[in-house]
Nanobody
Framework: VQLQASGGGLVHAGDSLKFSCTAS????????IGWFRQAPGKEREGILC????????YCADAWKGRFIVDRDNYKNTAYLQMNSLTPEDTAVYYC???????????????WGQGTQVTVSS
């Protein structure tokens, strides 16, 4: 599967932003889609959020309520909505896919190219 992320850009503090991650070469339904980010000069953080193939969302505690994930399997596209952005959210954001099969052990083996988000104060 190939992943194409879009939706980044320059925004102001307090704004919202919605990313899209479109899959090609394989059906999105076969994958769990996860979202990650890497801030300037820092290592990539652990998973922010992910959506399971049936649309069930999960976000790590730090992002619950502010980040919202969704997907449309018919459009082969997953989404990450980020609200109340702050300058600390400035980073490159990535979507990634892991197989829905053997879900307990599957790894994020497929990555999108990353999209830059810059939040100004």
């Amino acid at each position: 599967v190939q992943l194409q992320a879009s939706g980044g850009g320059l925004v102001h503090a307090g704004d919202s932003l919605k990313f899209s991650c479109t899959a090609s070469g394989s059906s999105l339904e076969s994958y769990v889609i996860g979202w990650f980010r890497q801030a300037p000069g820092k290592e990539r953080e652990g998973i922010l959020c992910e959506t399971y193939s049936d649309g069930t969302p999960y976000c790590a505690d730090a992002w619950k309520g502010r980040f919202i994930v969704d997907r449309d399997n018919y459009k082969n596209t997953a989404y990450l909505q980020m609200n109340s952005l702050t300058p600390e959210d400035t980073a490159v954001y990535y979507c990634a896919a892991r197989s829905r099969y053997f879900i307990a052990t599957s790894q994020f083996d497929y990555w999108g190219q990353g999209t830059q988000v810059t939040v100004s104060s």
